[in-house]
């Protein structure tokens, strides 16, 4: 959206292309894109090289990817169908690409891009200080995605973010590889904030053109600066006046800021417990958040009636599997309502892939990283079946307890990995559905609509439908890519 908005601004044109679509093809020899641009993430990576020379088969452009992979693995550029990559933020470089090219200019010097020269060697150029004037870029173009895609125009929740950048250093998580590795950059520099005033604006801007009843913030952060928090829980009942949730740092909370957030119209908030054990939390993933943080954050957000959300991760380098039985109990020791967890993934350039690699535990190949983080473990850890099928027991556990002696008889089981897969899938879903009868019930509405059993079953048949429509897809997609010899089970894989 913000790559739109700066290249509209600039005078070019832009539109986006789902797939699977029927059409996809069509689609874009009729738009014919004088540049194609890729985000990539680690594991979803290499279906989408695929389907990049895939088009680069059929038609003429400038392939250029971007994204949290390519920014930190940029050899794939070598590929001759991958005529750049951008590392790091991509608005200005993306302006100054459409222009070079549109003027028929030479574009190798443009900053923050990557590219293989004559002898395919790799040539990377420096990188333009971070955009400090967030509120300057203007509004993200919504309209980019929901012209293409109305499932996301039409849904009543709408996400915003209001900053970039993050000042801790978890282990886990890019910020402190982009922040350090990337630009050498220090937390002055790296952490922004968009201003109250633009991030209202952008609210207003939504609901005055699509359907809008509540918003997700997914700043790492919401709490980060309490002037910039007071602001906002003033002037946003006011002048929006929806519902929102959160995500919030523990050893950053206080109960004051739960109650100014309550008072504003925040229903849902997550905190990020990633693991009960304390060596696991603070030596390993480097989070800084004691038990005592947690507990009390979690205390305060029921006390002020506040849905509570968990974040957390299982399969740690050298976690037991009981230590990760114990941050199940950890949230239920919390009466976290809806939690959520993931299985760690040591990313190319993170520091706990380094701590993988020194336990001699690292995944062998970045191609080897699972598209989806919350299915399987990457790591060769301790107990991996046992760890991916707690997994999928994680939100039951937490919510019913009493289940966990059950449970521990299955977790070893090979078996019953995809029937446990279905239930966590189901049971997520029906979590949902919990959290949108509170957005609902926050604004007056109570039609059959709404109805907790009527919207889990369209969720999940809306969902169940999307499966289908991709897995089929995926086999078209898969035997275009075959005649490539492009190894298209990736394809297919990606696309379900």
């Given amino acids: 959206m913000y790559l739109s908005r700066v290249l509209k601004d600039a005078g070019h044109e832009m539109i986006s292309v789902f797939v699977p679509d029927p059409a996809w093809l069509k689609k874009i020899e009729d738009y014919a894109p004088d540049v194609i641009t ?134 886990f998580c890019f910020h402190h590889a982009m922040r350090g590795k990337i630009y050498g950059a220090r937390n002055a520099q790296y952490v922004r904030k968009r201003s109250v005033d633009h991030v209202i604006a952008e609210a207003l801007e939504i609901r005055a053109k699509y359907p809008l009843r509540f918003v997700h913030f997914l700043d790492d952060i919401f709490n980060l600066r309490t002037d910039w928090l007071d602001e906002f829980c003033e002037r946003w009942p006011k002048e929006v006046g929806i519902p929102f949730d959160v995500i919030l740092m523990a050893n950053m909370t206080k109960e004051a800021h739960i109650e100014k957030l309550a008072s504003a119209g925040c229903i849902y908030a997550r905190i990020a417990f990633e693991a009960a054990n304390d060596k696991m939390r603070n030596e390993i993933y480097k989070k800084n958040t004691e038990t005592s943080h947690l507990v009390n954050a979690s205390k305060w957000i029921k006390k002020h009636g506040i849905r509570l959300g968990s974040l957390n991760m299982l399969g740690g380098p050298g976690a037991t599997l009981q230590e990760d039985i114990d941050t199940v109990l950890l949230n239920v020791e919390c009466k976290v309502d809806h939690p959520l967890c993931s299985i760690v993934q040591p990313y190319p350039e993170f520091e706990l892939n380094d701590i993988t690699k020194n336990m001699g535990i690292a995944v062998a190949n970045y ?101 289908v429509v991709g897995a089929v897809g995926g086999k078209v997609v898969g035997k275009l890519a075959n005649r490539l010899k492009m190894g298209d089970e990736r394809v297919m894989a990606h696309m379900d």
Avoid at 369 to 383: G, V, W
Avoid at 425 to 450: C, F, P
């Fill in 38 to 171: 890729w985000s990539l993430m680690t594991g979803n990576h290499r279906p989408i090289y695929d389907v990049n020379r895939l088009l680069k088969s059929k038609f003429k452009f400038f392939s250029i990817m971007g994204g949290p992979h390519v920014t930190f693995v940029p050899d794939c550029v070598k590929d001759p169908d991958i005529d750049a990559v951008c590392i790091g933020e991509g608005e200005g470089a993306i302006v100054d690409l459409c222009n070079a090219l549109e003027a028929g200019e030479d574009w190798h010097d443009i900053q923050n891009l990557c590219y293989a020269d004559e002898k395919g060697e790799i040539v990377k150029n420096p990188l333009r200080p971070l955009i400090q004037d967030l509120d300057g870029i203007g509004q993200p173009d919504r309209t980019v995605i929901y012209d293409a895609q109305p499932l996301y125009a039409n849904s009543p929740r709408k996400v915003i973010v209001t900053q970039r950048g993050c000042p801790m250093s978890c282990t």
């Fill in 367 to 467: 191609d080897d990283f699972p598209a989806k983080f919350n299915r399987e473990a990457s790591a060769e850890i301790d107990n991996k079946q046992a760890v991916e099928n707690l997994h999928k027991w994680f939100p039951i556990l937490v919510r019913f307890p009493f289940m966990l002696p059950f449970a521990k008889k299955t977790l070893p089981s090979r078996l019953l990995a995809k029937p446990l897969l279905i239930m966590y899938m189901l049971y997520s879903e029906w979590l949902v559905t919990e959290q949108n009868i509170l957005y609902n019930r926050a604004q007056g509405h109570n039609s059959l609509g709404v109805w907790a059993p009527f919207d889990f079953t369209k969720r999940v048949a809306a969902k169940g439908f999307l499966l």
